[in-house]
């Protein structure tokens, strides 16, 4: 299970104004003499002082306007009771929901103002990571509201459940050094001793444990949207191979939805080149070295190359996984 947690770009448009100077001169042409008389020509009196020469006006450097961003409001509190997440009644419908999803026709708002404290889960409470993972929450709900109700669904909060020890949840038990999306609450389960499963080098850096966290946010998405249950739909109707393909298909997708809001807070967070190297070295590790056909999370290349394609693109159809060849979801 270790691999369910896996897991831009987020753009601006700037225009510069120049301003042109021109200069024109009219000069009047003498009529012409009645009698053609030649005449010496004058020679000009020597002079010190040289003819003006024009010059061209540089136009002074203009400042660069800052981007316009996407203000996060009216956030609502956790949703304990959410409506039912919708279900589809046919294969074909199935179909239709993860291919064809109206979500695709939407884009995540970039940038988006979002300032994260950043936490460290292995140095404050359990309680403490909790309450900083909810509000970590809220900022990924203020990124995915507006293309999720755009297309025509709802996107109540999920409650993020920070535990220490195994523990019962309406989707089973669930492990430690691991985080879950649960579809019967539709709740975000994540253990605290999470950040173990990494190197000893990226423990601690930052926007890992938020990468986790909107993996599994994106679970949510696709529960809203009815993807998650139509891939259900889609794994029983197959043979075991194509089983593991499909939830293959659902869990990078859900990595490339971590990257679109990776991708939509970078400039308001500070995200650095140095985070984006810990972030590829991080999602490769929770990734298969080598492809598996029965492997139902990915391998290493595939989950570090749908990350940061969700993060280089902001039209929520760069993350259909479902249409994508079976190459890249190996």
């Not at 191979?241 to 809001?261: I, P, T, V």
């Amino acid at each position: 299970m270790l691999a369910i947690i896996g897991g831009s770009a987020f753009l601006c448009v700037v225009a510069f104004f120049g301003v042109a100077v021109a200069n024109y001169l009219n000069a009047s042409t003498p009529p012409a003499p009645t009698t053609p008389t030649p005449t010496a020509t004058p020679t000009p009196p020597a002079s010190t002082t040289s003819a003006p020469t024009a010059t061209a006006t540089t136009p002074a450097p203009q400042p660069t306007p800052e981007p316009s961003y996407h203000q996060v409001s009216d956030v609502p509190e956790p949703d304990l009771t959410p409506p039912d997440l919708p279900e589809p009644t046919s294969t074909r419908q199935a179909q239709t929901w993860s291919k064809q999803n109206r979500l695709y026709g939407q884009s995540v708002p970039v940038p988006t103002a979002c300032t994260l404290r950043f936490v460290d889960m292995a140095k404050v409470p359990a309680a403490t990571y909790q309450t900083y993972l909810n509000e970590v929450v809220g900022c990924l709900w203020g990124v995915w509201h507006d293309p999720v109700t755009a297309a025509g669904y709802q996107l109540p909060r999920p409650p993020v459940t920070v535990y220490t020890k195994t523990v019962k949840s309406p989707c089973g038990e669930l492990e430690t050094q691991n985080a879950y999306y649960c579809s019967a609450n539709q709740r975000i389960y994540y253990a605290n001793d999470f950040n173990t499963v990494y190197t000893k080098d990226l423990r601690g850096q930052r926007f890992l444990g938020e990468m986790i966290l909107a993996h599994e946010f994106g679970h949510n998405v696709q529960g809203r949207t009815g993807i998650f249950f139509a891939t259900i739909a889609l794994e029983e109707s197959g043979t075991e191979k194509q089983s593991y393909e499909y939830n293959r298909r659902m869990e990078l997708q859900a990595d490339c939805f971590a990257g679109h809001w990776l991708g939509a807070v970078a400039a308001s967070t500070g995200l650095s080149d140095l985070d984006r190297k810990h972030l590829r070295a991080a999602i490769e590790q929770i990734g298969m070295p080598q492809p598996d056909p029965y492997d139902d999370h990915g391998s290493s290349e595939s989950r570090r190359n749908w990350l940061f394609t969700g993060m280089q693109n902001a039209t929520v159809a760069s993350c259909n996984t479902f249409t994508a060849s079976s190459v890249k979801v190996r």
